[in-house]
Every structure is written in structure tokens, then in C-alpha cells.
């Protein structure tokens, strides 16, 4: 019920092309779904996020898909850029005894390259 | 802000020693959670707390590991004893309970562990 599938776990990608990372859920309690970024050496960091209300959220060259009958969204990057080349992870928020809690997949490889 | 503190960055230990992580969150957080990194299993949560209190141990590997906020400002992660296979990146977050919205998990730099 928690978990949170995410796919490829690899992923290379020529420049200026378009990186797509999938991901899918079973509850259907979870009430928002963020992606974050992590660069090596680093911590995650919060991309982007969408409520299940909303089927697309646009943030610069970063788009996230939401599909909600079939419990799966995705992470559209374009124009993919050296500089995109990181880790990323989708995740869903849920309650557990009313508290917030986040599971992620397993993450993504990126790289993209010149 | 300094945003999440974690020490040691890097910690290197022998089989059986005890290893002691730390973190200091963002101030006027009340969740801190604790992750683990590996290649094979991605980012694992261990333990959440708020307001210093934990709320779900269930990801805690096994009984090793220990974890506790004796204040809104600092917590560990204990391993007692360390074996190899805790080999990990282990990350501390914090957040900052905010109606309606998403409330962003904010990372620490991690602490590298290496168990010989």
C-alpha cells in the first residue's frame, strides 16, 4: 500500500532531448507526489510536486504528468542539459495515525550527455 | 539558515564499534526523519520524529540501531554494533508542518559510513 514504483533506474539521455521517468502508486490516499533532485555529494533536493487533482505541472524545462485512474505519474524533462545529470526520485505523501509521511522510490539514474 | 546539519560527513569503523550520527534540523521544524542510501534499495526511511517525539520506528533495520531527540535541535542515529552491511549514505531531513500544501523535506549532506 505504501510503496512507490519508478522506473528506469537508469537512464541516458542525449543533450537536448527529452528524459521521461515513470512512476506508479497503489494508495490511493496518498495526497501529493513530489520529485526530488540530488546531485552527487549531496542531499536530495525538492524539484517539483503535484496534488492528484491536477493532471500536468510545468516548471521550466520540468513537467510532471498525472494520471490518476491509472495511478502513475511521470517526470518529463526537456531540452535535457549536462547539468540535468543527477539522481531522481519520485515519492508520495500519506498519513500514518495522522501523520505525514513520505515514501520514494527507488530513484533514477540520469545522464545526459553532450 | 544554515539549513539541515549533519555530522560526521564521512565515518569509517571497524565491525562491532559503535557509531554515533548527528543531526541538527532547521529550527521551527517539528519532523526530522532519517534515511538510508544504498544502490540496491534506494532511499530507505528509518525513523521519523515531531515534535521530538518518534512516531514510526518500522523501517529501523533491526534492533542495532537506535535513534533519539532529546530536543528540537539535535538528534542521533546510533548503531551498536556496526556490522559491513550498514555501509551506507545516511541522510537526516527535516520539514515543517503546513496546512493544505506540501511541505518540502529539506536534506542534510549526508553522512558516508563505511563499516571494515
Known amino acids: 500500500q505504501q510503496q512507490v514504483k519508478q522506473s528506469p533506474q537508469s537512464l541516458i539521455v542525449q543533450k537536448g532531448g527529452i528524459s521521461i521517468i515513470n512512476c506508479a502508486y497503489e494508495n490511493t490516499a496518498f495526497d501529493y507526489f513530489p520529485w526530488y533532485q540530488q546531485f552527487p555529494g549531496k542531499g536530495p533536493a525538492l524539484l517539483i510536486a503535484i496534488r492528484p487533482d491536477v493532471s500536468e505541472k510545468k516548471e521550466g524545462r520540468f513537467t510532471i504528468s498525472f494520471n490518476k485512474s491509472a495511478k502513475q505519474f511521470s517526470l518529463h524533462i526537456m531540452d535535457s542539459q549536462p547539468g540535468d545529470s543527477a539522481t531522481y526520485f519520485c515519492a508520495a505523501r500519506g498519513y500514518s495515525g495522522g501523520y505525514q509521511k513520505v515514501t520514494f522510490g527507488i530513484g533514477t539514474k540520469l545522464q545526459v550527455i553532450p | 539558515d544554515a539549513g539541515v546539519i549533519q555530522s560526521p560527513r564521512h565515518e569509517v569503523t571497524e565491525m562491532g564499534q559503535e557509531v554515533t550520527l548527528r543531526c541538527k534540523p532547521i529550527?521551527?521544524?517539528?519532523?526530522l526523519f532519517w534515511y538510508r542510501q544504498t544502490m540496491m534499495r534506494g532511499l530507505e526511511l528509518l525513523i521519523y520524529?515531531?515534535?521530538?517525539?518518534?512516531?514510526?520506528d518500522s523501517g529501523m533495520p533491526e534492533d542495532r540501531f537506535s535513534a533519539k531527540m532529546p530536543n528540537a535541535s539535535f538528534s542521533t542515529l546510533k548503531i551498536q554494533p556496526s556490522e559491513p552491511r550498514d555501509s551506507a549514505v545516511y541522510f537526516c531531513a527535516s520539514s515543517r508542518t503546513s496546512g493544505g500544501t506540501y511541505n518540502e523535506q529539506f536534506f542534510g549532506p549526508g553522512t558516508r559510513l563505511t563499516v571494515l
Open positions: 529550527s521551527g521544524h517539528d519532523y
Open positions: 520524529f515531531n515534535n521530538n517525539v518518534p512516531i514510526d
